[in-house]
């Protein structure tokens, strides 16, 4: 039998009152969960919109104030630490009637800026902001029109909520940690961030500053050494290669993100060197990565299912109308140890 080629026509919310036998305006409540709804009118209509397989056109309820869609912001989806962030986001808000829109912006900050534009431009109801490249006036403008969540930056406004790891912590961590174990030349792969961006305080820059604070402590403010680069596994190889290809090799090196750390460690295998008897690993985000049975390697847990779930609890929080002071989130940070850190060698 022919299938009739021409295409169906869209269920409209005048169908769905019809099959109902309710009005246009019964339905439009149901939808709006609005107050006052009977659960006799709400089991009416849902059964309704079930058997015709009704869905709201998103323009038409954008024009109505809402579209029921949050835009999530991040420069690429390689990062696994990432993933743990939309898990906590979708988590918190699989029960809703919210749908979450994810932009894989890249690392420039014209290239973030163009999709944050393009999520206000679509009319999403909210913005997560997963450590924004973007200038940070435009932010701040795009914040005051829709709300807004950052994850990552430190740095606080009264325009919108804040969930951040406290990296200096977590950079300390790992510095009292390879000192523990003997290493006193210990370097920082750490994200070169964007000066044009005027964030004062994003996660690398307040990594950073708790590393060498930790290394001065120690008394090894000679030893620091602090290589840029970004967190991806290509990063981390060519931060992997300049460290250790140099006069001075540390023996033990500390990366701002897992998936930079495993790029160093395949520099470190190129030039023949073993994690850990050569060279002790550490890596930032305990992703699944970190796990492996193959890898093991020691990472700083940031909680990032926590810090998704937070910020989007947050969001809904400023959907809904919250407008008192803005939030400000922070994660506490732990070491968890595995088998890429072992003792100095003698060698070393």
């Given at each position: 039998?022919?299938?009739?080629?021409r295409?169906?026509?869209?269920v409209?919310?005048?169908?769905?009152?019809?099959?109902?036998?309710?009005?246009?305006?019964?339905?439009?409540?149901?939808?709006?969960?609005?107050?006052?709804?009977?659960?006799a009118?709400?089991?009416?209509?849902?059964?309704a919109?079930?058997?015709?397989?009704?869905?709201?056109?998103?323009?038409?309820?954008?024009?109505?104030?809402?579209t029921?869609t949050?835009?999530?912001?991040l420069?690429?989806?390689?990062?696994?630490?990432?993933?743990?962030?939309?898990?906590?986001?979708?988590?918190?808000?699989?029960?809703?009637?919210?749908?979450?829109?994810v932009?894989?912006?890249?690392?420039?900050?014209?290239?973030?800026s163009?999709?944050t534009?393009?999520m206000?431009?679509r009319?999403?109801?909210?913005?997560?902001?997963?450590?924004?490249?973007?200038?940070?006036a435009?932010v701040?403008?795009?914040?005051?029109?829709?709300?807004?969540?950052?994850?990552?930056?430190?740095?606080?406004?009264?325009?919108?909520?804040?969930?951040?790891?406290?990296?200096?912590?977590?950079a300390a961590?790992?510095?009292?940690?390879l000192v523990?174990l003997?290493?006193?030349?210990?370097?920082?792969?750490?994200?070169?961030g964007?000066r044009?961006s005027?964030?004062?305080?994003?996660?690398?820059?307040?990594?950073?500053?708790?590393?060498?604070g930790?290394?001065?402590?120690h008394?090894?403010?000679?030893?620091t050494?602090?290589?840029?680069?970004?967190?991806?596994?290509d990063?981390?190889?060519?931060a992997?290669?300049?460290?250790?290809t140099g006069?001075?090799?540390p023996?033990?090196?500390?990366?701002?993100?897992?998936?930079?750390?495993?790029?160093?460690w395949?520099?470190?295998?190129?030039?023949?060197l073993?994690?850990?008897?050569?060279?002790?690993?550490?890596?930032?985000?305990n992703?699944?990565?970190a796990?492996?049975?193959?890898?093991?390697?020691?990472?700083?847990d940031?909680?990032?299912?926590?810090?998704?779930s937070?910020a989007?609890?947050?969001l809904i929080?400023?959907?809904?109308g919250?407008?008192e002071?803005?939030?400000?989130?922070?994660?506490?940070?732990?070491?968890?140890?595995?088998?890429?850190?072992?003792?100095?060698?003698a060698?070393?």
């Amino acid at each position: 039998m022919q299938q009739d080629p021409r295409p169906k026509k869209r269920v409209t919310i005048t169908d769905v009152a019809r099959h109902a036998g309710v009005s246009t305006a019964a339905v439009s409540k149901v939808l709006r969960n609005a107050y006052g709804v009977s659960d006799a009118m709400r089991e009416k209509v849902g059964a309704a919109i079930a058997e015709l397989n009704y869905r709201p056109h998103a323009a038409a309820r954008g024009m109505r104030g809402r579209t029921y869609t949050i835009g999530v912001l991040l420069d690429n989806i390689r990062n696994t630490f990432f993933a743990d962030i939309l898990d906590g986001v979708r988590d918190t808000l699989q029960d809703s009637e919210y749908t979450v829109m994810v932009g894989a912006a890249g690392f420039g900050a014209e290239a973030q800026s163009k999709t944050t534009r393009a999520m206000v431009d679509r009319q999403m109801d909210g913005l997560i902001l997963i450590a924004p490249g973007s200038p940070r006036a435009e932010v701040l403008a795009t914040a005051q029109s829709t709300p807004t969540v950052v994850i990552g930056h430190h740095d606080t406004s009264d325009l919108h909520d804040s969930v951040v790891d406290a990296d200096g912590m977590g950079a300390a961590l790992v510095v009292d940690h390879l000192v523990s174990l003997g290493h006193r030349g210990i370097g920082l792969v750490s994200s070169p961030g964007s000066r044009s961006s005027r964030w004062a305080r994003t996660p690398e820059i307040v990594l950073t500053n708790g590393y060498t604070g930790a290394m001065g402590r120690h008394g090894l403010a000679g030893h620091t050494r602090v290589c840029r680069a970004a967190y991806s596994d290509d990063g981390g190889y060519k931060a992997g290669m300049s460290l250790l290809t140099g006069d001075d090799r540390p023996t033990a090196i500390m990366a701002g993100a897992d998936v930079a750390a495993l790029g160093v460690w395949r520099a470190a295998h190129e030039l023949g060197l073993r994690v850990p008897e050569d060279l002790s690993l550490v890596g930032y985000n305990n992703t699944a990565l970190a796990d492996l049975a193959t890898v093991q390697l020691t990472s700083v847990d940031q909680a990032g299912h926590d810090m998704g779930s937070t910020a989007a609890r947050l969001l809904i929080e400023r959907v809904e109308g919250r407008r008192e002071r803005a939030v400000q989130t922070t994660m506490t940070p732990r070491l968890v140890v595995r088998g890429s850190t072992a003792p100095a060698s003698a060698r070393a």
